[in-house]
């Protein structure tokens, strides 16, 4: 069960780059699986619930796996066909004189962080609660538009899952050791990956800033 030694280096890779980053939990990992990879999904999937939940910034990570599906390319009639189908062998000219183009495949293709602008959100929320409560008549400006704000940064978590959606960026293929050479190159993709989540948050701040300006602009206008 080689699925227990490759999620240990998923874990290991992911944990650091997110301490690096103080990204104090990652939601999710997709992982591409290719179809003749030997990885079963359901067992790497089952190894990564038992080792995940063992680390505070992965308790409770899912990860979701992405079946590529495999495509062997014939050398002689330079067709491409389905591995698991034909085998080595091409369908269409009988050629042994074959090879994997995909399938073979053990990537993370994404990491899934929306801690950033959400935890902003959660803050956000509760000055706005705590407004409220207080039930204030003398609120600033940026105050009353404070539930604009909350909106757009509970929609930018959103935005940032998708932001996150990038294919191939960190990769071990098999064999596994050559494979960890690459890790470093890796790593950096994953790093710039975990930092969107603090300029995104700043980048949403700064557009309900100008929100809110422009409305009180606007209503200073109406008024006289
Ligand atoms: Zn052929």
């Not at 602008?117 to 956000?124: K, M, S």
């Amino acid at each position: 069960m080689h699925e227990l030694g490759i999620v240990f280096y998923i874990v290991k890779d992911v944990k650091q780059v997110a301490e690096e980053n103080h990204v104090e939990h990652v939601s999710s990992v997709v992982m591409d699986i290719g179809e003749v990879s030997t990885v079963v999904p359901h067992l790497l999937t089952d190894c990564w619930r038992w080792a995940a939940d063992k680390e505070d910034i992965l308790r409770g990570c899912e990860m979701k796996v992405n079946t590529i599906p495999a495509v062997t390319l014939c050398g002689d009639c330079n067709k491409e066909y389905e591995t698991v189908k034909f085998g080595k062998t091409c369908p269409y000219c009988n050629s042994k004189n074959t090879w994997l183009l995909r399938g073979n495949e053990v990537e993370i293709n994404s990491i899934i962080v929306f801690v950033v602008p959400l935890a902003q959100a959660v803050v956000t929320s509760a000055i706005r609660k705590s407004n409220e409560k207080n039930n204030r008549s003398d609120h600033s400006a940026f105050a009353r538009h404070l539930p604009a704000l909350e909106k757009m940064l509970w929609g930018g978590s959103v935005m940032l899952v998708v932001d996150h959606v990038i294919n191939g960026e960190l990769t071990w293929r098999f064999p596994f050791f050559t494979a960890l050479e690459n890790a470093g190159g890796g790593a950096v993709m994953l790093r710039e990956m975990l930092t969107v989540g603090v300029p995104m948050s700043l980048v949403i701040t700064a557009v309900w800033a100008v929100y809110a300006l422009a409305k009180e602009r606007k209503k200073k206008v109406q008024l006289t």
